[in-house]
């Protein structure tokens, strides 16, 4: 059974930071593309990031773009998320997943974490 938790998230400033952490367990982390997705009240789930298996590719939204970066370290099974000027906008709750190949659809994902809420106020 493949296990996914996020850490790290919290209440920052606009222009803070603020790095998510998703840590796999059940199977090796490099099995999967890690995803991270977020959902603010009253909206649909959306797409963030993404970052392949062996770490070589990510692909972002539009929205973050330039401002966050994913990552991870495989020999610890843990996916990261380093968000950087953050704004408003970004406050939701964020959910890492995993999927078996590089999707933005939340249904291409198999396995979600709870989520980590993240605020950041004006």
């Known amino acids: 059974q493949v296990q996914l938790v996020e850490s790290g998230g919290g209440l920052a400033q606009a222009g803070g930071s603020l790095r998510l952490s998703c840590e796999v367990s059940?199977?090796?982390?490099?099995?999967?593309?890690m995803g991270w997705f977020r959902q603010a009240p009253g909206k649909e789930r959306e797409f963030v990031a993404y970052?392949?298996?062996?770490?070589?590719?990510?692909y972002y939204a539009y929205s973050v773009k330039d401002r966050f970066i994913a990552s991870r370290d495989n020999a610890k099974n843990t996916a990261f998320l380093q968000m950087n000027s953050l704004k408003p906008e970004d406050t939701a709750t964020y959910y890492c997943?995993?999927?078996?190949?590089?999707?933005?659809?939340?249904?291409?994902?198999?396995?979600w974490g709870r989520g980590t809420q993240v605020t950041v106020s004006s």
């Open positions: 970052i392949t298996g062996g770490g070589r590719t990510s």
């Open positions: 059940g199977r090796p982390a490099s099995t999967y593309v």
């Open positions: 997943a995993a999927a078996l190949l590089s999707r933005t659809s939340p249904n291409e994902y198999i396995y």
